[in-house]
């Protein structure tokens, strides 16, 4: 199947500071990709969706401008989390789509962002 | 809101077929089953889709009611490995629907 990865898997960091999460589709070009975050014991929960080219579709409640999204090419998605809180702590996993014979996402392996 | 309903929890023996059903008594005729998987603190796992006819993989095989309102996902030979949550979602595809998961059923496989 198509390999979706994440960067970094884990990051601790300080109240207050921005952090960046990668997400890349790793051997076919993605023009959907989409955001999830998973508190624990609970189910994902979609963010956004992030459209190659085009600004970010944002579920209700959540803020676009604390959680920037940036899909500048066909593999690549981008999450920044700003002014991080310790409630922005979280399990962030993205996912790619494939469209054609066999529609369906791929999920990269996750982040697992812990604000101090 | 999920369009499906599903068991919280299953038990299965090691070996033993597991047998994952899942209620989606609302689909529309243009919309498949998909079932994915998420096995502790990774990413889910795309398992296996089907739209009316029953689907078989390496992974599973997928069983939908001729009226197409519930389904049953078959893992044929249960090994500790397959113990996590499996998510049955209903969706249009190739349309921009976005995947949203439901509870799941947490499975747990007994040695």
């Known amino acids: 199947g198509a390999v979706v990865s994440q960067h970094p898997s884990r990051v601790i960091c300080k109240s207050g500071t921005s952090v960046k999460i990668e997400c890349r589709s790793l051997?076919?070009?993605?023009?959907?990709m989409f955001w999830y975050r998973q508190f624990p014991k609970k189910s994902l929960m979609l963010m956004a969706t992030?459209?190659?080219?085009?600004?970010?579709?944002?579920e209700q409640g959540v803020e676009k401008d604390k959680f920037l999204i940036n899909h500048a090419s066909l593999t690549l998605s981008t999450l920044t989390v700003t002014s991080a809180h310790p409630e922005d702590s979280s399990f962030y996993i993205c996912?790619?789509?494939?469209?054609?014979?066999?529609?369906?996402?791929?999920f990269g392996p996750g982040t697992r962002l812990t604000v101090l | 809101d999920a369009k499906t309903t599903q068991p919280t929890s299953m038990d299965c023996a090691e070996g033993r077929a597991a047998n994952l059903p899942c209620n989606h008594s609302?689909?529309?005729?243009?919309?498949?089953v998909y079932w994915y998987r998420q096995i502790h603190s990774q990413g889910p796992q795309y398992i296996i889709h089907?739209?009316?006819n029953n689907e078989t993989n390496e992974m599973a095989s997928l069983i939908i009611t001729e009226d197409r309102k519930s389904s049953t996902l078959i893992l044929p030979h249960a090994t500790l490995r397959d113990t996590a949550v499996y998510y049955c979602i209903v969706r249009v595809e190739n349309r921009d629907d976005k995947i949203i998961f439901g509870k799941g059923t947490r499975l747990h496989i007994l040695p």
């Open positions: 089907g739209l009316k």
């Open positions: 609302t689909i529309s005729g243009n919309e498949y």
């Open positions: 992030s459209n190659e080219g085009s600004k970010a579709t944002y």
């Open positions: 996912s790619a789509r494939v469209t054609g014979v066999r529609d369906t996402q791929y």
């Open positions: 051997d076919f070009q993605a023009t959907t």
